[in-house]
DNA sequence: GCCTTTTCGTTGTAAAAACAACAGATTTAT
DNA sequence: ATAAATCTGTTGTTTTTACAACGAAAAGGC
Protein backbone atom coordinates (compact mmCIF):
# COMPACT_ATOMS: atom_id res chain seq x y z
CA UNK A 1 0.00 0.00 0.00
CA UNK A 2 3.24 2.41 1.08
CA UNK A 3 4.16 2.23 -2.62
CA UNK A 4 1.74 4.11 -3.71
CA UNK A 5 2.00 7.11 -1.47
CA UNK A 6 4.02 8.87 -4.18
CA UNK A 7 1.33 8.76 -7.02
CA UNK A 8 -1.45 9.76 -4.92
CA UNK A 9 0.19 12.53 -3.69
CA UNK A 10 -0.19 13.95 -6.91
CA UNK A 11 -3.40 13.55 -7.10
CA UNK A 12 -5.96 16.54 -7.01
CA UNK A 13 -8.00 14.37 -4.69
CA UNK A 14 -4.65 14.58 -2.22
CA UNK A 15 -3.73 17.90 -3.26
CA UNK A 16 -2.15 19.78 -0.68
CA UNK A 17 -1.62 16.90 1.76
CA UNK A 18 2.22 15.57 2.08
CA UNK A 19 3.34 12.08 1.65
CA UNK A 20 3.92 11.33 5.62
CA UNK A 21 0.39 12.63 5.73
CA UNK A 22 -1.40 10.35 3.13
CA UNK A 23 -0.48 6.85 5.00
CA UNK A 24 -2.52 7.58 8.17
CA UNK A 25 -5.35 8.10 5.75
CA UNK A 26 -4.99 5.03 3.64
CA UNK A 27 -6.45 3.43 6.58
CA UNK A 28 -8.58 6.19 7.63
CA UNK A 29 -10.44 6.02 4.60
CA UNK A 30 -10.09 2.21 4.21
CA UNK A 31 -8.22 2.26 1.16
CA UNK A 32 -8.50 -1.01 -0.68
CA UNK A 33 -6.14 -1.80 -3.94
CA UNK A 34 -7.02 -4.30 -6.43
CA UNK A 35 -5.80 -5.49 -9.70
CA UNK A 36 -7.30 -5.90 -12.76
CA UNK A 37 -6.29 -8.09 -16.31
CA UNK A 38 -6.72 -6.93 -19.59
CA UNK A 39 -10.10 -7.50 -20.42
CA UNK A 40 -11.88 -7.34 -16.92
CA UNK A 41 -14.47 -5.00 -15.84
CA UNK A 42 -13.93 -3.15 -13.19
CA UNK A 43 -17.37 -1.55 -13.00
CA UNK A 44 -20.84 -2.53 -14.91
CA UNK A 45 -23.37 -0.55 -16.00
CA UNK A 46 -26.47 -0.54 -13.42
CA UNK A 47 -23.85 -1.21 -10.76
CA UNK A 48 -23.97 1.11 -7.41
CA UNK A 49 -20.62 2.11 -6.17
CA UNK A 50 -19.92 3.02 -2.94
CA UNK A 51 -16.30 3.67 -3.40
CA UNK A 52 -14.06 6.66 -4.34
CA UNK A 53 -11.36 5.57 -6.60
CA UNK A 54 -8.20 6.77 -8.30
CA UNK A 55 -5.91 4.65 -10.96
CA UNK A 56 -2.74 3.67 -9.73
CA UNK A 57 -1.40 1.72 -12.95
CA UNK A 58 -2.62 0.63 -16.90
CA UNK A 59 -5.65 2.60 -18.56
CA UNK A 60 -8.97 2.01 -18.97
CA UNK A 61 -11.97 2.63 -21.02
CA UNK A 62 -15.29 3.78 -19.55
CA UNK A 63 -17.60 3.12 -22.47
CA UNK A 64 -21.53 2.37 -23.15
CA UNK A 65 -23.36 -0.03 -25.08
CA UNK A 66 -26.62 1.62 -26.59
CA UNK A 67 -29.74 0.07 -27.04
CA UNK A 68 -29.27 -1.22 -30.42
CA UNK A 69 -26.06 -2.88 -29.02
CA UNK A 70 -23.36 -0.07 -30.57
CA UNK A 71 -20.33 0.31 -28.58
CA UNK A 72 -19.15 3.76 -27.28
CA UNK A 73 -16.09 4.91 -25.32
CA UNK A 74 -16.87 7.64 -23.44
CA UNK A 75 -13.71 8.45 -21.35
CA UNK A 76 -9.91 7.20 -20.91
CA UNK A 77 -8.98 7.37 -17.62
CA UNK A 78 -5.64 7.24 -17.30
CA UNK A 79 -2.65 6.62 -13.99
CA UNK A 80 -3.44 9.22 -11.10
CA UNK A 81 -7.15 9.80 -12.41
CA UNK A 82 -10.32 9.58 -10.20
CA UNK A 83 -13.21 7.93 -11.57
CA UNK A 84 -16.70 7.24 -10.35
CA UNK A 85 -16.69 9.81 -7.81
CA UNK A 86 -19.66 10.86 -9.40
CA UNK A 87 -21.71 7.91 -9.45
CA UNK A 88 -19.87 7.31 -5.95
CA UNK A 89 -21.05 10.18 -4.11
CA UNK A 90 -24.49 10.75 -5.68
CA UNK A 91 -27.14 9.58 -3.73
CA UNK A 92 -28.66 6.50 -5.52
CA UNK A 93 -26.81 6.48 -9.18
CA UNK A 94 -26.34 3.81 -10.77
CA UNK A 95 -23.96 3.58 -13.23
CA UNK A 96 -24.42 4.46 -16.69
CA UNK A 97 -21.04 3.34 -18.29
CA UNK A 98 -19.09 0.14 -17.94
CA UNK A 99 -15.16 0.15 -16.67
CA UNK A 100 -12.89 -1.61 -18.63
CA UNK A 101 -9.23 -2.63 -17.92
CA UNK A 102 -7.88 -1.92 -21.68
CA UNK A 103 -4.48 -3.03 -19.99
CA UNK A 104 -3.63 -4.58 -16.63
CA UNK A 105 -4.73 -2.29 -14.09
CA UNK A 106 -4.03 -1.44 -10.67
CA UNK A 107 -7.10 0.99 -8.75
CA UNK A 108 -7.38 2.08 -5.16
CA UNK A 109 -10.46 2.35 -3.50
CA UNK A 110 -11.47 4.37 -0.71
CA UNK A 111 -14.91 4.25 1.13
CA UNK A 112 -16.88 7.25 -0.01
CA UNK A 113 -18.99 7.94 3.68
CA UNK A 114 -15.51 7.54 5.12
CA UNK A 115 -14.63 10.00 2.29
CA UNK A 116 -17.03 12.58 2.93
CA UNK A 117 -18.32 12.46 6.30
CA UNK A 118 -15.60 13.92 8.65
CA UNK A 119 -14.06 12.13 11.30
CA UNK A 120 -12.87 12.75 14.88
CA UNK A 121 -9.89 14.83 15.20
CA UNK A 122 -7.08 12.02 14.76
CA UNK A 123 -7.37 12.88 11.26
CA UNK A 124 -6.94 15.97 11.04
CA UNK A 125 -6.44 15.89 6.88
CA UNK A 126 -9.56 14.47 6.19
CA UNK A 127 -11.11 17.53 6.38
CA UNK A 128 -8.93 18.93 3.65
CA UNK A 129 -9.69 15.79 1.07
CA UNK A 130 -13.45 16.53 1.54
CA UNK A 131 -13.13 20.01 0.42
CA UNK A 132 -10.68 18.97 -2.49
CA UNK A 133 -13.35 16.79 -3.32
CA UNK A 134 -15.75 19.63 -3.50
CA UNK A 135 -13.64 21.57 -5.11
CA UNK A 136 -12.63 19.00 -7.51
CA UNK A 137 -15.63 18.14 -8.50
CA UNK A 138 -17.00 22.02 -9.18
CA UNK A 139 -14.04 22.30 -11.36
CA UNK A 140 -14.60 18.98 -13.30
CA UNK A 141 -18.45 20.08 -13.67
CA UNK A 142 -16.97 23.62 -15.18
CA UNK A 143 -14.50 22.01 -17.64
CA UNK A 144 -16.98 19.53 -18.81
CA UNK A 145 -19.28 22.54 -19.67
CA UNK A 146 -16.49 24.15 -21.49
CA UNK A 147 -15.51 20.79 -23.49
CA UNK A 148 -19.31 20.57 -24.37
CA UNK A 149 -18.59 24.41 -25.49
CA UNK A 150 -15.98 23.63 -27.67
CA UNK A 151 -18.18 20.35 -29.18
CA UNK A 152 -21.20 22.45 -29.65
CA UNK A 153 -19.48 24.43 -33.07
CA UNK A 154 -20.50 22.66 -36.28
CA UNK A 155 -17.21 22.64 -37.58
CA UNK A 156 -13.82 21.30 -37.15
CA UNK A 157 -12.17 24.97 -38.02
CA UNK A 158 -14.95 26.57 -35.11
CA UNK A 159 -14.00 23.74 -32.60
CA UNK A 160 -10.60 24.53 -33.03
CA UNK A 161 -10.60 28.23 -33.13
CA UNK A 162 -13.04 27.65 -29.64
CA UNK A 163 -10.40 25.43 -28.01
CA UNK A 164 -7.19 26.71 -29.05
CA UNK A 165 -8.71 30.60 -27.81
CA UNK A 166 -9.63 28.99 -24.27
CA UNK A 167 -6.09 27.50 -23.93
CA UNK A 168 -4.43 30.67 -25.13
CA UNK A 169 -6.76 32.87 -22.45
CA UNK A 170 -6.28 30.13 -19.69
CA UNK A 171 -2.70 30.35 -20.14
CA UNK A 172 -2.61 33.63 -20.66
CA UNK A 173 -0.48 34.32 -23.97
CA UNK A 174 -0.68 33.59 -27.64
CA UNK A 175 1.65 30.96 -27.74
CA UNK A 176 1.27 28.41 -25.39
CA UNK A 177 1.64 24.72 -25.51
CA UNK A 178 -1.61 21.77 -25.63
CA UNK A 179 -1.62 18.62 -23.68
CA UNK A 180 -2.49 16.66 -26.37
CA UNK A 181 -1.05 14.97 -29.51
CA UNK A 182 -3.35 15.22 -33.06
CA UNK A 183 -4.71 12.48 -31.93
CA UNK A 184 -5.91 13.05 -28.64
CA UNK A 185 -6.72 16.30 -29.53
CA UNK A 186 -8.73 15.16 -32.57
CA UNK A 187 -10.63 12.49 -30.06
CA UNK A 188 -10.87 15.53 -27.25
CA UNK A 189 -12.95 17.32 -30.20
CA UNK A 190 -14.94 14.31 -31.69
CA UNK A 191 -13.57 14.81 -34.91
CA UNK A 192 -11.29 12.71 -37.52
CA UNK A 193 -8.12 13.44 -36.85
CA UNK A 194 -6.59 13.44 -40.88
CA UNK A 195 -9.65 15.40 -41.53
CA UNK A 196 -8.21 18.10 -38.59
CA UNK A 197 -5.16 18.01 -39.29
CA UNK A 198 -5.70 19.24 -43.09
CA UNK A 199 -7.99 21.70 -41.27
CA UNK A 200 -4.89 22.94 -38.77
CA UNK A 201 -2.91 23.29 -42.05
CA UNK A 202 -5.23 25.60 -43.67
CA UNK A 203 -5.21 27.85 -41.30
CA UNK A 204 -1.71 27.85 -40.75
CA UNK A 205 -1.76 28.64 -44.75
CA UNK A 206 -3.68 31.32 -44.36
CA UNK A 207 -2.22 33.33 -41.20
CA UNK A 208 -4.43 32.75 -38.44
CA UNK A 209 -2.15 29.89 -36.57
CA UNK A 210 1.52 29.42 -36.35
CA UNK A 211 2.00 25.39 -34.70
CA UNK A 212 4.89 23.07 -34.04
CA UNK A 213 4.20 19.75 -32.19
CA UNK A 214 2.31 20.80 -29.32
CA UNK A 215 2.70 24.95 -29.22
CA UNK A 216 0.45 26.61 -30.82
CA UNK A 217 0.72 30.85 -31.50
CA UNK A 218 -2.60 32.65 -31.79
CA UNK A 219 -1.91 35.31 -35.01
CA UNK B 1 -41.30 33.01 1.12
CA UNK B 2 -43.58 30.51 3.76
CA UNK B 3 -45.48 28.77 0.97
CA UNK B 4 -42.54 27.73 -0.98
CA UNK B 5 -41.40 25.30 1.99
CA UNK B 6 -43.24 22.06 0.56
CA UNK B 7 -41.35 22.59 -2.97
CA UNK B 8 -38.00 22.81 -1.34
CA UNK B 9 -38.84 20.07 0.86
CA UNK B 10 -38.82 17.51 -2.28
CA UNK B 11 -35.60 19.02 -3.50
CA UNK B 12 -32.38 17.43 -3.74
CA UNK B 13 -30.79 20.42 -1.65
CA UNK B 14 -33.15 20.03 1.06
CA UNK B 15 -33.62 16.23 1.01
CA UNK B 16 -33.93 14.32 4.61
CA UNK B 17 -34.91 17.96 6.06
CA UNK B 18 -38.33 17.96 7.54
CA UNK B 19 -40.97 21.09 6.64
CA UNK B 20 -40.29 22.67 9.77
CA UNK B 21 -36.78 22.63 10.05
CA UNK B 22 -36.55 24.53 6.74
CA UNK B 23 -37.97 27.51 7.77
CA UNK B 24 -35.72 28.94 10.03
CA UNK B 25 -33.10 27.71 7.40
CA UNK B 26 -34.58 29.99 5.12
CA UNK B 27 -33.25 32.94 6.96
CA UNK B 28 -29.98 31.27 8.10
CA UNK B 29 -29.52 30.73 4.16
CA UNK B 30 -30.73 34.40 3.08
CA UNK B 31 -33.21 32.73 0.74
CA UNK B 32 -34.93 35.68 -1.62
CA UNK B 33 -37.18 34.41 -4.57
CA UNK B 34 -37.50 36.08 -7.78
CA UNK B 35 -39.67 35.60 -10.59
CA UNK B 36 -38.78 35.48 -14.55
CA UNK B 37 -41.21 35.52 -17.30
CA UNK B 38 -41.20 32.92 -20.17
CA UNK B 39 -37.64 34.82 -22.48
CA UNK B 40 -36.10 36.38 -19.94
CA UNK B 41 -32.04 35.11 -18.73
CA UNK B 42 -32.06 34.63 -15.02
CA UNK B 43 -28.38 34.78 -15.45
CA UNK B 44 -25.86 35.66 -18.04
CA UNK B 45 -22.44 34.92 -19.42
CA UNK B 46 -19.91 35.99 -17.89
CA UNK B 47 -21.80 36.61 -14.70
CA UNK B 48 -20.22 36.17 -11.74
CA UNK B 49 -22.91 33.82 -9.11
CA UNK B 50 -22.85 34.11 -5.21
CA UNK B 51 -25.87 32.34 -5.01
CA UNK B 52 -26.99 28.78 -5.40
CA UNK B 53 -30.03 28.62 -7.19
CA UNK B 54 -32.94 26.34 -7.04
CA UNK B 55 -36.04 26.38 -9.86
CA UNK B 56 -39.29 26.35 -8.00
CA UNK B 57 -41.67 26.61 -10.53
CA UNK B 58 -41.16 26.71 -14.79
CA UNK B 59 -38.22 25.44 -16.74
CA UNK B 60 -35.19 26.70 -17.78
CA UNK B 61 -32.47 25.93 -20.25
CA UNK B 62 -28.97 26.60 -19.52
CA UNK B 63 -27.34 27.43 -23.48
CA UNK B 64 -24.88 29.86 -24.88
CA UNK B 65 -25.45 31.40 -28.37
CA UNK B 66 -22.44 32.12 -30.19
CA UNK B 67 -21.38 34.62 -32.89
CA UNK B 68 -23.11 33.30 -35.75
CA UNK B 69 -26.58 32.69 -34.00
CA UNK B 70 -26.13 29.02 -33.54
CA UNK B 71 -28.04 27.98 -29.88
CA UNK B 72 -26.33 24.79 -28.05
CA UNK B 73 -28.42 23.78 -25.35
CA UNK B 74 -26.00 22.43 -22.18
CA UNK B 75 -29.34 21.46 -19.69
CA UNK B 76 -32.59 21.59 -18.58
CA UNK B 77 -33.29 22.74 -15.62
CA UNK B 78 -36.49 21.39 -13.68
CA UNK B 79 -38.77 21.87 -11.13
CA UNK B 80 -36.72 21.80 -7.99
CA UNK B 81 -33.57 21.45 -9.74
CA UNK B 82 -30.34 23.44 -8.41
CA UNK B 83 -28.01 25.53 -11.26
CA UNK B 84 -25.11 27.57 -11.57
CA UNK B 85 -23.94 25.73 -8.22
CA UNK B 86 -20.18 24.65 -9.83
CA UNK B 87 -20.01 28.36 -10.65
CA UNK B 88 -21.39 29.89 -6.74
CA UNK B 89 -18.80 27.65 -5.11
CA UNK B 90 -15.52 28.36 -6.95
CA UNK B 91 -14.35 31.58 -6.16
CA UNK B 92 -13.55 33.18 -8.84
CA UNK B 93 -15.88 31.52 -11.91
CA UNK B 94 -17.42 32.96 -14.76
CA UNK B 95 -20.81 31.84 -15.73
CA UNK B 96 -19.69 30.61 -19.17
CA UNK B 97 -23.34 30.28 -20.43
CA UNK B 98 -26.97 31.94 -20.69
CA UNK B 99 -30.12 30.92 -18.38
CA UNK B 100 -33.29 31.21 -20.25
CA UNK B 101 -36.60 31.42 -18.99
CA UNK B 102 -38.73 28.95 -21.49
CA UNK B 103 -41.77 29.14 -19.48
CA UNK B 104 -42.91 31.57 -16.49
CA UNK B 105 -40.38 30.80 -13.61
CA UNK B 106 -40.12 31.28 -9.64
CA UNK B 107 -36.31 30.58 -8.73
CA UNK B 108 -34.87 31.11 -4.87
CA UNK B 109 -31.79 32.39 -4.53
CA UNK B 110 -29.48 30.89 -1.23
CA UNK B 111 -26.48 32.96 -0.27
CA UNK B 112 -23.81 30.30 -1.10
CA UNK B 113 -21.13 31.44 1.71
CA UNK B 114 -24.22 30.73 3.97
CA UNK B 115 -24.94 27.15 2.55
CA UNK B 116 -21.30 26.12 2.73
CA UNK B 117 -19.89 27.22 5.99
CA UNK B 118 -21.23 25.35 8.20
CA UNK B 119 -22.24 27.89 10.72
CA UNK B 120 -21.53 27.81 14.59
CA UNK B 121 -25.24 28.39 15.78
CA UNK B 122 -27.88 25.74 16.32
CA UNK B 123 -28.23 25.03 12.33
CA UNK B 124 -27.86 21.70 12.66
CA UNK B 125 -29.55 20.44 9.46
CA UNK B 126 -27.19 22.67 7.69
CA UNK B 127 -24.54 20.00 7.60
CA UNK B 128 -26.91 18.00 5.61
CA UNK B 129 -27.19 20.65 3.07
CA UNK B 130 -23.83 20.58 2.30
CA UNK B 131 -23.86 16.80 1.94
CA UNK B 132 -27.39 17.01 -0.40
CA UNK B 133 -24.95 19.67 -2.26
CA UNK B 134 -22.08 17.57 -2.78
CA UNK B 135 -24.87 14.73 -4.33
CA UNK B 136 -26.65 17.72 -6.47
CA UNK B 137 -23.38 18.29 -7.86
CA UNK B 138 -22.14 14.88 -8.63
CA UNK B 139 -25.58 14.57 -10.35
CA UNK B 140 -24.93 16.85 -12.65
CA UNK B 141 -22.04 16.10 -13.67
CA UNK B 142 -23.01 12.86 -14.43
CA UNK B 143 -25.93 14.15 -16.85
CA UNK B 144 -22.99 16.48 -18.54
CA UNK B 145 -21.15 13.47 -19.21
CA UNK B 146 -24.29 11.39 -20.77
CA UNK B 147 -24.70 14.82 -22.74
CA UNK B 148 -21.09 14.46 -24.05
CA UNK B 149 -21.39 11.28 -24.74
CA UNK B 150 -24.52 12.01 -27.45
CA UNK B 151 -22.57 14.49 -28.63
CA UNK B 152 -19.54 12.84 -29.40
CA UNK B 153 -20.81 10.34 -31.84
CA UNK B 154 -19.81 11.27 -35.62
CA UNK B 155 -23.30 10.90 -37.45
CA UNK B 156 -26.80 12.91 -36.54
CA UNK B 157 -28.11 9.46 -36.21
CA UNK B 158 -25.65 7.95 -33.97
CA UNK B 159 -26.86 11.11 -32.27
CA UNK B 160 -30.04 10.49 -32.15
CA UNK B 161 -29.74 6.71 -31.27
CA UNK B 162 -27.84 7.55 -28.13
CA UNK B 163 -30.06 10.36 -26.67
CA UNK B 164 -33.10 8.49 -27.41
CA UNK B 165 -31.60 5.07 -25.70
CA UNK B 166 -30.73 6.87 -22.96
CA UNK B 167 -34.39 8.58 -22.56
CA UNK B 168 -35.98 4.84 -23.14
CA UNK B 169 -34.03 3.29 -20.33
CA UNK B 170 -34.14 6.71 -17.84
CA UNK B 171 -37.97 6.38 -18.65
CA UNK B 172 -38.01 2.68 -18.34
CA UNK B 173 -39.85 2.05 -21.35
CA UNK B 174 -39.47 1.87 -25.14
CA UNK B 175 -42.17 4.62 -25.09
CA UNK B 176 -41.45 8.01 -23.97
CA UNK B 177 -41.64 11.81 -24.03
CA UNK B 178 -38.54 14.32 -24.70
CA UNK B 179 -38.31 17.36 -23.03
CA UNK B 180 -37.58 19.06 -26.64
CA UNK B 181 -39.50 20.47 -29.97
CA UNK B 182 -37.39 19.65 -32.77
CA UNK B 183 -35.78 22.73 -32.60
CA UNK B 184 -34.56 22.23 -29.10
CA UNK B 185 -33.28 18.97 -29.75
CA UNK B 186 -31.14 19.73 -32.55
CA UNK B 187 -29.89 22.94 -30.11
CA UNK B 188 -29.15 19.96 -27.72
CA UNK B 189 -27.38 17.72 -29.95
CA UNK B 190 -25.83 20.64 -31.65
CA UNK B 191 -26.97 19.39 -35.11
CA UNK B 192 -29.16 21.62 -37.77
CA UNK B 193 -33.11 20.98 -37.10
CA UNK B 194 -33.91 19.89 -40.93
CA UNK B 195 -31.34 17.89 -41.13
CA UNK B 196 -32.10 15.87 -37.91
CA UNK B 197 -36.20 15.82 -39.07
CA UNK B 198 -34.81 14.73 -42.16
CA UNK B 199 -32.93 11.50 -40.13
CA UNK B 200 -35.60 11.02 -37.81
CA UNK B 201 -37.98 10.03 -40.72
CA UNK B 202 -35.47 7.99 -42.63
CA UNK B 203 -35.04 5.80 -38.99
CA UNK B 204 -38.91 5.78 -38.90
CA UNK B 205 -39.28 4.49 -42.36
CA UNK B 206 -36.40 1.68 -42.04
CA UNK B 207 -38.48 1.03 -38.85
CA UNK B 208 -36.58 1.82 -36.10
CA UNK B 209 -38.21 4.30 -34.11
CA UNK B 210 -42.14 5.56 -34.05
CA UNK B 211 -42.77 8.98 -33.16
CA UNK B 212 -45.43 11.81 -33.09
CA UNK B 213 -44.37 15.57 -31.46
CA UNK B 214 -42.66 14.74 -28.17
CA UNK B 215 -43.55 10.98 -27.94
CA UNK B 216 -41.00 8.44 -29.23
CA UNK B 217 -41.05 4.53 -29.13
CA UNK B 218 -38.03 2.16 -30.09
CA UNK B 219 -38.72 -0.86 -31.95
C1' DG C 1 24.26 4.34 -33.89
C1' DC C 2 20.29 1.82 -36.10
C1' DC C 3 15.80 -0.06 -36.15
C1' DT C 4 11.04 0.17 -34.76
C1' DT C 5 7.10 2.60 -33.50
C1' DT C 6 4.54 6.56 -33.27
C1' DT C 7 3.22 10.91 -34.93
C1' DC C 8 1.98 14.09 -38.44
C1' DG C 9 0.71 15.88 -42.84
C1' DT C 10 -1.28 15.03 -47.45
C1' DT C 11 -4.45 13.50 -50.92
C1' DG C 12 -8.71 11.71 -53.09
C1' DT C 13 -13.28 9.83 -52.66
C1' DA C 14 -17.63 8.85 -50.68
C1' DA C 15 -20.77 10.06 -47.21
C1' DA C 16 -22.95 13.27 -44.36
C1' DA C 17 -24.19 17.74 -42.72
C1' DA C 18 -25.25 22.52 -43.17
C1' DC C 19 -27.97 25.64 -45.36
C1' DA C 20 -31.90 27.64 -47.64
C1' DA C 21 -36.42 27.70 -49.02
C1' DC C 22 -41.04 26.27 -48.71
C1' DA C 23 -45.67 24.05 -47.63
C1' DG C 24 -48.77 21.94 -44.55
C1' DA C 25 -50.08 21.14 -39.76
C1' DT C 26 -50.58 22.74 -35.21
C1' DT C 27 -50.70 25.96 -31.54
C1' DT C 28 -51.40 30.51 -29.68
C1' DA C 29 -53.32 35.00 -29.38
C1' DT C 30 -56.99 38.07 -29.95
C1' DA D 1 -63.60 31.83 -34.61
C1' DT D 2 -60.15 33.62 -37.15
C1' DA D 3 -55.62 35.29 -37.98
C1' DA D 4 -50.92 35.06 -36.77
C1' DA D 5 -47.14 32.65 -35.23
C1' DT D 6 -44.77 28.49 -34.52
C1' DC D 7 -43.59 23.85 -35.48
C1' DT D 8 -42.55 20.09 -38.53
C1' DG D 9 -41.39 17.63 -42.62
C1' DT D 10 -39.46 17.79 -47.27
C1' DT D 11 -36.35 18.72 -51.06
C1' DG D 12 -32.21 20.23 -53.55
C1' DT D 13 -27.61 22.38 -53.44
C1' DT D 14 -23.24 23.43 -51.44
C1' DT D 15 -19.96 22.73 -48.02
C1' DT D 16 -17.72 19.94 -44.80
C1' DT D 17 -16.41 15.68 -42.79
C1' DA D 18 -15.19 10.88 -42.40
C1' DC D 19 -12.50 7.41 -44.11
C1' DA D 20 -8.66 5.12 -46.12
C1' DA D 21 -4.17 4.97 -47.66
C1' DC D 22 0.46 6.52 -47.77
C1' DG D 23 5.14 8.63 -46.98
C1' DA D 24 8.01 11.57 -44.25
C1' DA D 25 9.49 13.15 -39.84
C1' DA D 26 10.20 12.49 -35.06
C1' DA D 27 10.64 9.84 -30.89
C1' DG D 28 11.89 5.91 -28.33
C1' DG D 29 14.29 1.43 -27.44
C1' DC D 30 18.35 -1.28 -27.53
Known amino acids: MKKYIPILKETQ ?12 MLSCLQAEVRSYKKGEYVLSQGDSLSYI ?11 KDDYWGNRSIVNVVGE ?21 AVEDCRVIFFD ?13 FHSMVVQNLF ?27 SYLSEEASKQQSSTFLIPFNRQQLADFLCVDRSAMSNELCKMRNEGLIKFERKQFTLL
Chains 1, 2 share one sequence.
Open 53 to 63: TVLLEGCLHVQ
Open 112 to 124: VKRVITVCSSACR
Open 80 to 100: GDMFGEAYAIADDARLLNDVL
Open 13 to 24: LFSGISENEIEP
Open 135 to 161: FAISEKNRRLVQKIGHMSKRTTREKLI
